[in-house]
């Protein structure tokens, strides 16, 4: 019989499957989004926005707005008191409008209403002049087209030269990609409400991915102090990169602090298209140079990043696409120049995956075509010039932490095949590319396998000086956890849950709501918030175990040292007759511990984009299976298979979750996902228009391998998962769907005219100075 | 009409033009999108929203499936989601792998990429199941 005295184990700690904290009110549709709060008494806000992608502004009159009933508020430039703009990493973006317009759907003015319908009527009644101009769209004239902003058109120009930039090799290969602009597409849209206090402050509940990157903004920008502003998070209903940058929040503040009201505001889903970034459309050329036995020579690329009206995270987006495109192989020889370029087009920024998904279909496609070229296996390729440990990546770094590319290639290619021919049963329609409705015929429809392999960095790189902070108290055997750290439907809930019952030895761990009364977390992006916010939480959490062994040693009268805690059992290094319970031995105690938890630093790149700038790497592969109707271009996906390498697994099902949910935008940006914009101009804004994966247009994905080596440096050698999953799902399935018809179909997402009406089976001749599209 | 004036916001407003299926809610028995049917025509029907579910707090069954099988992330699909299964489990017992995935192909989820949500109800079904034999 199990002596429960003394196992000493503690329950849902790290590891195991603990259930997430907020599970049981998200069912009952009891847990609090952004969109579902309340105020007594409050307003509405609505945001009047350009219709152009580039004009002149010369009036505004909002005499006709003013006199809407029921109108308490409106707003434009001239009303904002502190900095005219704000911006994640260079303040380059108007709060509101003054002069001129940039994009489609750039805010000129804020209405605060007492109905929301009220506020959308008057915002329409505001009578603005425009003088529309030709709009910058063709991110490969940005460069050396007259200026469309103070700052320039050019967000950054990196270039990596790393080794002999003369060397050559008999075997090369080139190609022309493009990617198109993906949407986060979270199903939550920006909402938030904002409170005015009587002190002249100011409490705002947003959805948001980083709390303090919230309040530098508003602060500066409404100019307010930080200790006068609090900054809440209201239920995310999802981010994937859309909340990094400020949508709504100044918004709310000034048109709260404006009216002395509670103002709440709620974009519906077409507002959200052009109310957040989206993911960069890229352009990029490639050459990869081999040896006939297929080892990599040379990687020649240009990215062309279109970052859109303003800067947003387009410098990093740039960095992470060029210090990872040449995929994780060993290449001694790089030069490489990204360009990250303003137009009139929508701003562009963060998404899951964060630049290296864009290069990942170009490097990947590369490897297959050098494949072909030389007359390899792609597989056999990719194992030959896979990086490891030890290996440098192309910006000079040596590798020091995990980075078994081989083992998850060769994992994820050897899964077990996909036993297809008897997928289609009995003639079922739905399971014919394009399903019921559609006309695919048996005959016509082609399978084909697809692989390929993409890596990132965790958390942030280039020397900034990463952080996250964490609060953990404990009184009678209960943990209460405070941190900043923003919940998006990851998990880090459970997982600080688990983190703190393990390092205390105790069941219950409560989680105080975050917000900005506590120190930065710093943002949930990047993969960096198990790593980052889990390192904090474990730190505060270790410093009040070791001061409650403290405590009780001195009531023991022995040696501090002589205390260790076994799981949820402290005992006596030395005398087995002291094994006091966690709960018992905190009985009347009240320790409560604050750190600041810092990842190892970082470096900048250099003139030659060479330097430590990494902390670490995420990897992972994908194989797919697909039918393709050749005749009507339609497309099913019909296996995928992943491997991945994740250091240690804190929480399997929370994983797997993430495996599962990363791997579906990378397949939705490869096969239908894109923001269609024509002269600047969006024609795509809803959910009608702008398709996202439904459970028809997915299989189970099977997980080949998840490789646990643990990261050094790392709490528990964990380290975040999220995005890896973006990456190469996407890619493996644009090669399955090359392989199935023939076609180079060097553009995603791949369209079902690139296959039907394609006038050649045979790949395209791919030139630098070609337009493709 | 539900989320703001009746206070019932466990139907969600994602597109608010009936592609997401995060507002499902039965109407006479019948899975509907709240944000398709005008108010007028519901007047003197049986309206079940997913608040109804666990009107004690206990989850039902499929509720409590979502939650056990890793279903939930960000949760802003999981009421629509959750609504839609309790229909088809109704409606078909035990339904297929296909017919479960065209039965959840009217809601949109961004976080999970369906593969737990098709578990929780694959659990559910396993569960009834399990219970029905238990009692005979």
């Known amino acids: 019989m199990t002596d429960t005295t003394t196992r000493g184990r503690t329950a849902q700690g790290v590891g195991v499957d603990a259930p997430r904290p907020d599970g049981g009110p998200k069912v009952q549709g009891r847990f609090a989004y952004s969109s579902d709060l309340f105020a007594e008494g409050m307003l509405w806000g609505h945001t009047l926005r350009s219709p152009h992608a580039s004009a002149r502004i010369t009036s505004i009159d909002i005499g006709p707005a003013l006199r809407v009933g029921g109108v308490y508020a409106v707003l434009t430039a001239d009303d904002v008191p502190g900095a005219a703009t704000y911006g994640l990493e260079s303040p380059d973006q108007p709060v509101l409008a003054r002069d001129v317009v940039r994009f489609q759907g750039e805010p000129v003015a804020i209405v605060a209403a007492d109905h929301p319908e009220t506020a959308r009527r008057a915002a329409a009644a505001i009578r603005v002049s425009y003088q529309p101009t030709t709009p910058l769209v063709d991110s490969r004239a940005a460069a050396d087209a007259p200026p469309i902003h103070p700052d320039g058109n050019v967000f950054r120009h990196l270039v990596i030269r790393h080794g002999d930039l003369d060397a050559a090799a008999p075997v090369t290969v080139e190609g022309t990609y493009e990617v198109g602009m993906q949407d986060q597409a979270p199903l939550g849209t920006e909402a938030g409400l904002a409170i005015p206090r009587e002190d002249g402050g100011l409490d705002l509940f947003v959805s948001t991915q980083a709390l303090h990157n919230d309040l530098d903004q508003v602060c500066a920008c409404v100019g307010l102090p930080a200790d006068m502003v609090r900054i809440h998070l209201a239920g995310v209903g999802g981010a994937f990169g859309a909340r990094e940058d400020v949508s709504l929040q100044i918004h709310l503040a000034l048109l709260a602090l404006h009216t002395g009201r509670p103002v709440k505001m709620v974009y519906d889903r077409e507002e959200s298209f052009f109310g957040h970034v989206h993911r960069h459309p890229v352009r990029m050329w490639y050459r990869h140079s081999a040896e006939r036995d297929g080892t990599l020579v040379k990687v020649e690329a240009k990215l062309l990043f279109d970052g859109g009206a303003y800067a947003s995270t387009s410098a990093s987006v740039l960095a992470n696409a060029s210090c990872f495109a040449a995929g994780p192989y060993r290449v001694p020889n790089v030069h490489i120049d990204g360009w990250a370029l303003r137009t009139n087009n929508p701003p562009c920024g963060a998404m899951r995956g964060f630049g290296a998904v864009q290069t990942c279909f170009g490097h990947e496609a590369q490897m297959d075509a050098l494949a072909a070229a030389l007359g390899l296996d792609p597989i056999a390729l990719r194992l030959h010039n896979a990086l490891a440990t030890g290996d440098r990546l192309i910006t000079g770094q040596i590798i020091t932490g995990a980075a078994p590319v081989a083992e998850v290639i060769r994992t994820c290619a050897a899964a077990p095949g996909f036993d297809g021919d008897h997928d289609r049963g009995d003639g079922d329609l739905m399971a014919l590319p394009g399903g019921a409705g559609r006309t695919a015929q048996d005959g016509d429809v082609r399978r084909a396998i697809g692989f390929a392999v993409g890596f990132k960095n965790i958390a942030f790189s280039e020397g900034f000086d990463d952080y996250s902070t964490a609060r953990v108290r404990l009184a009678d055997g209960v943990a209460t956890v405070t941190c900043a750290c923003v919940e998006v439907g990851q998990g880090f809930v459970t997982l600080a849950q688990q983190i703190t019952r393990e390092a205390l030895g105790v069941d219950t761990v409560v989680l105080n709501p975050a917000d900005t009364s506590i120190g930065s977390a710093g943002s949930s992006s990047a993969s960096r918030q198990s790593w980052l916010s889990g390192g904090a939480v474990l730190a505060a959490a270790e410093a009040v175990r070791d001061r409650l062994l403290a405590q009780v040693a001195e009531g023991l009268g022995i040696e501090a040292g002589g205390l260790v805690l076994h799981g949820d059992r402290v005992r006596s290094t030395t005398d087995p007759a002291v094994d006091i319970g966690v709960m018992d031995a905190s009985a009347g105690v009240v320790i409560e511990e604050t750190v600041e938890y810092h990842h190892a630093p970082t470096e900048p790149l250099d003139e030659n984009g060479q330097g430590n700038a990494h902390l670490a790497l995420s990897i992972a592969a994908h194989r797919a299976v697909v039918d393709v109707d050749i005749d009507l271009g339609l497309i099913r996906l019909v296996d995928l298979v992943t491997s991945q390498e994740v250091g240690k697994i804190l929480n399997p099902t929370q994983l797997l979750g993430q495996l599962e949910g990363g791997a579906a935008q990378g397949v939705g940006l490869a096969l239908m996902e894109e923001i269609v914009v024509t002269d600047g101009l969006v024609r795509n804004p809803s959910f009608t228009d702008y398709l996202i994966p439904t459970a028809l247009d997915l299989p189970d994905l099977r997980v080949a391998a998840i490789i646990e080596e643990a990261e050094p440096g790392a709490p528990f050698g964990a380290k975040g998962a999220g995005e890896a999953p973006t990456i190469s799902s996407g890619p493996a399935v644009a090669a399955a769907v090359r392989a199935a018809t023939g076609l180079a179909l060097p553009r995603v997402p791949i369209h079902p005219d690139d296959i039907a009406l394609a006038t050649s089976s045979e790949p395209d001749g791919l030139d630098p100075q070609d337009d493709q599209r | ?136």
């Open chain 2, 1 to 136: 009409m539900l989320r703001e004036r009746l206070g019932l916001p466990g139907a969600k407003n994602a597109c608010e033009e009936g592609e997401c299926g995060s507002c499902s809610v039965t109407v006479d028995g019948t899975l509907v999108c709240s944000c398709l049917v005008l108010s007028a025509t519901a007047v003197g029907r049986d309206i079940v929203t997913v608040e109804a579910l666990a009107p004690d707090g206990i989850l039902s069954d499929v509720q409590q499936a979502f939650v056990d099988a890793g279903a939930v992330q960000c949760g802003f699909c999981t009421p629509g989601l959750v609504m839609a299964a309790r229909d088809l489990l109704a409606r078909s017992p035990q339904p297929d792998e296909l017919e479960i995935r065209e039965a959840i192909s009217g809601n949109l989820c961004r976080c999970t990429g369906y593969g737990r949500v098709m578990e929780a109800i694959r659990v559910t079904i396993g569960r009834r199941g399990a219970q029905a034999a238990g009692a005979s």
